[in-house]
């Protein structure tokens, strides 16, 4: 390291320097004083010494002491005031250059005592004919603002700047976007840069003519701006399209988020979205021959446009492509792309490269690429056998960190595709030995266990695990002790004796509480009742989704809003990461305006709430496993309480048995614990039942906004009934698909009871009987009340209108979406299965209505990140009429204020499972547009 | 906005830094030389690391990591620009962007830093404006310096900051008014082990260095500009008459500058100028492996391919090799397993080879990778994309500037997976 002192006799030298007469041994001395600052010396005992050579009309001289001066002066603040006048007088200056150094300078000296003296030059600076003037003070009103926050509010100086982007010196107009945008980072809530289509209009044509670092300014400004139709976003894209071709891979890539923004708002069948989506492609080609560090960057960002609008770069996977000497973060970040544009059409040229990969020398992007080509066979269903005979290619390449890398996605590819690639098991046990990382040896285990009828020695590969139990990580005896479990179930004659060695090894010698009690159920499971314990343990998997390695949509939605941003690149909302930032506003897309169809759409609300329905991929696997959990329902009449009946799965299952009896079993007075009965069951066990309560805040938001969308869409009002909203009835299951049964409903709440009323048809040859119905675990609990009232059979072709009363409190477990209910329907013929989603607003209960210093105290309490907003269009109504319509639906209006012509309406609801909802509803007489500004979540 | 910079060098040490805003403490660099340290080669630094208060924005020239602080939110692509605008800078200023010419320059790269940033936000960063205010130190300069106490400093206000042509400064005169256009090109490609190609594109560039007095207004048009749909232009050029005519309309910078750069992407095809043969092998249980190497010109359009360089990285178990080459110079570091074939000119009558014997580590197995054979060549006087200019006038000025134009190709990317 250096020496950061600088010793006394150096400093008594450059002190009489300093002093000196004559000019030139002075400027001389500053240079040496200021070279010896930059590597980190200390020579702020010279302050009153350099000060002194201030007053010079040497231009260099000055700009060397004012380099000084900034860097000490917060050290030294008694003697910077010495400065002052200097200051004050160049600011006066006949020069330009003079007065905005002065200005500038001035700024940068971040004591307080000073910055009272800076207010009136600053003023005139602001006012100067000269446009480099008045540049260099926009910025400093930013540097004074950072120092004292309240004096430039005080002084007026945030309107000054407001008027400077209407300047016409297009530099100025950028410098003051630039500081306002500072500026209202630490002040969330201001609308400092409150646009409009005048003041876009003038930013749209100072972004032609400024710098480049003024077009990024610019442009992230533009981004923030909400477009009020669809025309004017695209007379936005079309000014900001010419962007793309800069050079400058910061303006280019700020340009994209503005475009992939606004574009939201077009209609896809116009003429012109097609064209923009041709021309945003190569411009993210090109951002990928920069230098590395740029390409991550825009590597990191065209992650997230993929997975958005993967038509961009559906041809372009080939730019994609790992070249050998590019850094490893660039690697890794182009093998995710490729797998994410992986389909039918180019899985060949893919897989040939991902094998190429797999022989590199970096042993990380070796595994990584492994694994991708394990995702692609998830992915691309066709493409499946292939990517699985490139898998034994590797591993008969005995590299073993390979090998052991291919036999884990192996192990996800059986997921996917049971039953189909068992014919590999073989070259898979053949590695047996070579396995030394738990995670593949654990994904080895599970596949004999799951495959135990067809290996004849499966028993004896077992054993041979079960020597060193002990020794193996948590993980892998997991997986022994259920895959020997699935052994015994399947060949019970044999390995009795195995069985038995696992548990006592597990149970008895074992101090690890998950392996314990796992150990203990199947114990139990298998002493009581080997059947049920051969439907838990060998109950059929869900399969495995393809998209479970995608970005959650709403999430990605806010991260586009954020391209180019760190945001970007850590693919987290700003909330989550950026210091300070406690009101940073959630940034969402623009909803779609079709022009003129909005007055009758009934789901206005839905789409202003925030989710593009129709694009958005959706993570919930096939229906298929939906239903395949719902097939072990028990159909017997339902109970409402006790214990919730033992429904599908096994994760279910060793659930019920601990909550049974075990604990007393366990003999501790441990909470019980949850347990995964699976390979990866444990997580979605944690999320899906224990955590329940604790988890829905949050993720409420999202299907909230679209459910309280509906309740608040008041559009139209004739015809309504007075009461309660009831969305009308929709069929939901089809006769086609339950031989002849057809039913539709809806939901309502009638004297503080859910009530879902069905519609029953029968469409079928013969006469039903027998009806009973029964519902999956849900989010918020629903449960029959009584069982299902249909007394005299159902002839054909006749309709009967049944009403089922609701309790909220059954068994709950997280949905998606969040009000999704999966029922079964028996009678005479069969049992059939379907799903409908209910409307928040019957929840919402009587006793809604919260104290207002409650509301008031609950209001702030509340964090930032349960907070969403929304618009609903076309409302006709007036705020109380709103209030009097919305507290028919308990919604309960606590306080209304008036501001500016604008009523707020403060609102609380109260959910049935004690989740409180606090909502500002704001009113503007004579705009048929609601904003519902706040809408804040908590539990009591 | 960016708070800091600290220049580190390749053995860790922090030899410059700059504060904009208040001081950070050089201590938040130990996150970056923790992720050096974890780091197996020095390009391998992640450009973007978080730290508790701050995040830290890097990139690497010349064997000196440019370590920017920023705060805030602040998008990373901006300091990245900024950061190489800041390399490009000291380059053309000092000649070279060494630690040495830094550390000789220490002042004039502190007036530098800013004058390129205030408070965090870009300010001047054209090198025409920048040299306006700073003058760049010269040998000569020096000298007169010391005799007569004049300064590096200009006097003047930088009036480019002020017009709308912020790149161009007012006044420039000329004794010879020259315009001077390069054409390069420069190929990146993936050869599979076969010889066919999975990816190939054209990184291209228009540089110009124009000295010319006054306000000339050029045009330069282009014989097939249809070639160019993917481009990024110098802020001087027009884009409106781009995009209707096809012309390239500017008032150009004073001095060097990058008019255009330019992309023909890998579905254009694209013709691959060498081909490559090879045969390397290595035999189980023997500790001998046969390297054969043969270059020949592919699709060159009757230009000669030179100035070619072969290298190659060999599996660690390679000791030495033993090879005979056809032409030119070969080494090999037996450290760092660098094969290195300086080829020179293809001459397609007698095609360049390099054949022999690599020995490996007795009794080790035979090594799992595939070296990959990295090449670099140049053919002047083509672009191989065909792009041709066509004209180029100039406007505004009466006098008859002299204008050249000059093609070349050059090997990007360039690699044959064996």
């Known amino acids: 390291m250096l020496c950061f002192h600088v010793c006394a006799g150096e400093i008594f030298e450059l002190k009489a320097e300093l002093n000196s007469d004559k000019k030139e041994k002075k400027k001389e001395a500053v240079k040496k004083v200021i070279a010896s600052m930059t590597v980190g010396k200390d020579v702020s005992a010279l302050f009153p010494d350099v000060v002194n050579c201030m007053q010079t009309d040497n231009l260099e001289l000055k700009k060397l002491v004012y380099l000084y001066l900034m860097n000490y002066a917060k050290s030294q603040p008694d003697m910077a005031i010495m400065a002052v006048n200097t200051f004050v007088k160049d600011c006066e200056d006949p020069n330009p250059l003079i007065r905005a150094l002065a200005v500038r300078t001035m700024g940068c000296i971040r004591v307080d005592k000073i910055t009272e003296y800076l207010c009136e030059p600053l003023r005139k600076c602001l006012k100067d004919e000269d446009p480099y003037v008045r540049k260099t003070a926009a910025v400093c009103v930013a540097k004074l603002h950072d120092i004292n926050a309240q004096l430039v509010e005080d002084q007026g100086f945030l309107d000054t700047l407001k008027d400077l982007i209407s300047d016409s010196n297009p530099m100025v107009v950028a410098n003051a976007v630039a500081a306002l945008s500072e500026i209202a980072e630490s002040h969330p809530n201001s609308n400092l840069l409150d646009l409009n289509p005048q003041s876009i209009n003038k930013l749209l044509t100072a972004l032609n003519e400024c710098t480049e670092w003024g077009q990024i ?120 792309i490729m797998i994410r544009l992986a389909s039918q059409a180019n899985i060949a040229q893919v897989l ?58 192996i192990k996800d590819i059986f997921r996917k595709y049971p039953n189909k690639y068992e014919s590999v098991i073989a070259t898979l046990c053949e590695n047996l030995d070579s396995l030394d990382e738990p995670e593949a040896r654990a994904a080895m285990i599970w596949i004999v266990g799951e495959y135990a009828e067809r290996i004849d020695n499966a028993d004896e590969l077992l054993e041979s695990f079960l020597e060193g139990f002990h020794d193996e990580s948590t993980q892998v005896q997991l997986q022994l002790l259920t895959a020997i479990v699935k052994l015994f179930l399947k060949k019970p004659t044999e390995t009795q004796e195995l069985v038995q060695q696992v548990l006592s090894l597990a149970t008895q010698d074992s101090d690890n509480p998950d392996l314990r009690d796992r150990g203990y159920i199947y114990w139990r499971l298998l002493s009581t009742d080997p059947v049920a314990a051969k439907e838990v343990v060998l109950a059929e998997k869900p399969l495995i989704s393809e998209e479970t390695d995608l970005i959650e949509p709403t999430l990605l939605e806010e991260l586009i809003c954020h391209i180019g941003t760190l945001a970007s690149v850590y693919h987290k909302p700003p909330s989550a990461f950026v210091e300070g930032s406690r009101g940073v506003m959630h940034k969402r897309l623009p909803a779609r305006t079709g022009s003129g169809e909005s007055t009758e759409s009934p789901d206005v609300g839905t789409i202003a709430g925030g989710s593009g329905t129709e694009t958005a991929p959706s993570i919930i696997p096939s229906q298929g496993d939906l239903l395949g959990d719902l097939l072990n329902l028990d159909l017997a009449p339902p109970t409402t309480t006790g214990p919730p009946p033992p429904t599908s799965g096994m994760q279910m299952g060793g659930m019920d048995l601990l909550g049974g009896g075990l604990d007393s079993l366990v003999g501790s007075p441990m909470p019980p614990r949850h347990l995964g009965g699976d390979i990866g069951g444990s997580a979605a066990m944690g999320a899906g039942f224990g955590a329940v309560p604790a988890v829905m805040p949050a993720s409420l938001n999202a299907p909230m906004g679209g459910g309280l969308g509906d309740l608040f869409d008041l559009g139209g009002g004739v015809g309504m009934p007075l009461g309660a909203y009831i969305p009308p009835k929709t069929v939901w299951l089809p006769a086609m698909k339950a031989k002849g049964l057809e039913i539709s409903g809806t939901f309502a709440r009638r004297a503080g009871v859910i009530q879902m009323e069905l519609t029953l048809t029968n469409k079928a040859m013969s006469v039903m009987t ?11 609990g629903l449960a029959p009340a009584g069982p299902l009232q249909v007394l005299s059979p159902l002839s054909p072709n006749q309709t009967i209108e049944v009403s089922l009363p609701l309790s909220t409190v059954g068994p709950v477990m997280k949905m998606e979406p969040l009000n999704n209910l999966q029922v079964a329907v028996k009678n005479n ?78 609102m609380s609801i109260k959910l049935s499972n004690g989740i409180w909802v606090l909502a500002e509803l704001r009113v503007q007489t004579g705009n048929p547009n609601y904003t519902v500004r706040k809408e804040r979540i908590r539990i009591t | 906005m960016i708070h800091s910079l600290f220049l580190v060098n390749s053995s860790g040490d922090i030899f410059l830094e700059k504060h904009w805003k208040s001081v950070v403490s050089r201590s938040v660099c130990d996150y970056f030389f923790e992720a050096q340290e974890r ?57 070279v962007c060494t630690e040495a010419a830094i550390k000789d320059n220490v002042v004039v790269v502190y007036e530098l830093l800013e004058e390129m940033l205030d408070n965090g936000f870009p300010l001047a960063t054209e090198s025409n404006i920048l040299k306006e205010l700073i003058k760049p130190p010269t040998i000569l300069r020096t000298v007169v310096n010391t005799i007569t106490g004049s300064t590096n400093v200009g006097e003047q206000l930088p009036t480019g900051q002020l ?119 290595f035999r189980e249980g023997s500790s001998q492996g046969r390297f054969e190497l043969t270059l020949g010109p592919k699709q060159t359009m009757g230009k000669g391919v030179e100035a070619v360089l072969v290298n190659s990285q060999l599996p660690r178990g390679v000791l030495n090799t033993n090879l005979n080459p056809s032409q030119g110079t070969y080494t090999f570091d037996p450290v760092t397993k660098l094969l290195t074939w300086d080829v020179g000119k293809i001459n397609p009558q007698k095609l360049p080879s390099l054949k022999g014997s690599m020995s490996l580590q007795a009794g080790a197995s035979k090594p799992d990778e595939n070296p990959t054979i990295n090449i670099q060549f140049k053919i002047q006087q083509s672009a191989l994309s065909g792009l041709k200019v066509n004209r180029l006038d100039m406007y505004g000025e009466k006098y008859k500037p002299f204008k050249g134009i000059k093609y070349m190709t050059k090997a990007g990317k360039f690699q044959v997976r064996t």
């Open chain 2, 39 to 95: 780091a197996s080669e020095p390009e391998n630094v992640p450009p973007v690391i978080p730290t508790p208060h701050h995040y830290l924005i890097s990139v690497l020239r010349h064997r000196i990591y440019f370590v920017a602080v920023i705060q805030s939110e602040v998008p990373p692509l901006f300091v990245i620009e900024f950061l190489h605008r800041v390399v490009d800078t000291f380059q053309d200023y000092f000649g």
């Open chain 1, 770 to 780: 027998d009806f009973a119905i029964q519902f999956n675990r849900n989010s918020f």
């Open chain 2, 163 to 281: 017009s709308v042509v912020p790149w161009r400064r007012t006044g420039v005169k000329y004794t010879n008014n020259e315009a001077y256009f390069d054409v390069v090109e420069e190929i990146d490609a993936i050869i599979d082990k076969s010889g066919s190609t999975i990816t190939a594109e054209i990184q291209g560039v228009i540089d110009a260095c124009v000295k010319l007095t006054g306000m000339p207004d050029l045009t330069l048009s282009f014989m097939n500009p249809r070639l160019l749909d993917d481009v990024s232009f110098h802020p001087c050029v027009r884009f409106k008459r781009w995009e209707a005519e096809r012309i390239l309309s500017f008032i150009p910078p004073d001095g060097n500058f990058r008019l255009l750069s330019y992309h023909v992407s890998s579905q254009n095809l694209v013709a691959i100028p060498v081909y490559v043969k090879h045969n390397i092998t």
């Open chain 1, 217 to 336: 300014f610019i442009l992230d400004c533009l981004a923030n701006y909400a477009p009020r139709d669809d025309r004017e976003s695209q007379s936005i894209c079309e000014r900001v399209t010419p962007r793309l071709s800069h050079a400058n891979s910061a303006v280019v890539l700020s340009a994209v988020k503005v475009l992939m923004k606004f574009m939201e708002m077009l209609p896809k069948d116009l003429d012109y979205y097609g064209t923009l989506l041709k021309k945003l492609a190569p411009p993210l080609v090109t951002l990928l021959s920069a230098e590395p560090e740029l390409q991550y960057v825009a590597l990191r960002n065209i992650n997230l446009i993929v997975q958005k609008r993967p038509e961009i770069l559906k041809h372009e996977m080939k730019v994609f492509f790992v070249k050998y000497n590019d850094p490893i973060y660039v690697k890794l970040e182009k093998l995710d």
């Open chain 1, 352 to 409: 040939a490269e991902l094998k190429e990969y797999a022989t590199e020398v970096d042993v990380d992007f070796v595994r990584k690429a492994v694994r991708a080509i394990g995702r692609c066979a998830i992915k691309v269903e066709q493409s499946a056998e292939r990517c699985v005979s490139t898998l034994l290619d590797l591993i008969q390449t005995k590299v073993n960190y390979v090998v052991q890398e291919a036999i884990v996605v």
């Open chain 1, 829 to 906: 013929i069969d049992v059939f299965y379907f799903s409908c989603q209910y409307p928040i607003s019957m929840l919402f209960v009587e006793d809604g209505k919260m104290e207002r210093q409650v509301f008031l105290a609950t209001w702030k309490d509340i964090p930032n990140e349960n907070e969403s907003q929304f618009q609903i269009k076309d409302c006709h109504l007036n705020s109380d009429a709103a209030s009097n319509k919305l507290q028919a639906s308990n919604i309960f209006t606590i306080a209304k204020r008036t501001v500016e012509g604008q009523d707020m309406l403060y």
